[in-house]
Nanobody, 128 residues
């Protein structure tokens, strides 16, 4: 049973930085991608950043390119998302997700339906 647990959400100051963690358990294959998605109130879920374990490549959504970075701490079995220069439009519930046997490319960020497992999400609010 794959389980994902996010942590690190909360209030972030305008222009500040965000650090989220996702603890992953139960994965038995190395053929998967790990993604961070987010969903603002009244909007569709959108991808922020994805990483492929097998190919060791990363894709970021164009709107956060240069501000977002996904990283994996293998020893601790966690995946982190770090974002800088946070803006009001970054306010959303952030989700960690795993997609099995997904060939990662830019389109993966627009395809939440490819993900097999989801965390419950953590709310991030950007405030001045």
């Amino acid at each position: 049973q794959v389980q994902l647990v996010e942590s690190g959400g909360g209030l972030v100051h305008l222009g500040g930085s965000l650090s989220l963690s996702c603890e992953i358990s139960g994965l038995t294959s190395d053929d998967y991608v790990i993604c961070w998605f987010r969903q603002a109130t009244g909007k569709e879920r959108e991808g922020v950043s994805c990483w492929s374990e097998k190919r060791d490549i990363t894709y970021n959504e164009y709107s956060v390119e240069g501000r977002a970075a996904i990283s994996r701490d293998g020893a601790k079995n966690t995946v982190s998302l770090r974002m800088t220069n946070m803006q009001p439009e970054d306010t959303a519930v952030y989700y960690c997700a795993v997609g099995m046997h997904v060939l990662l490319n830019q389109a993966t960020l627009w395809s939440p339906g490819l993900m097999n497992y989801w965390g419950s999400g953590t709310l991030v609010t950007v405030s001045s």
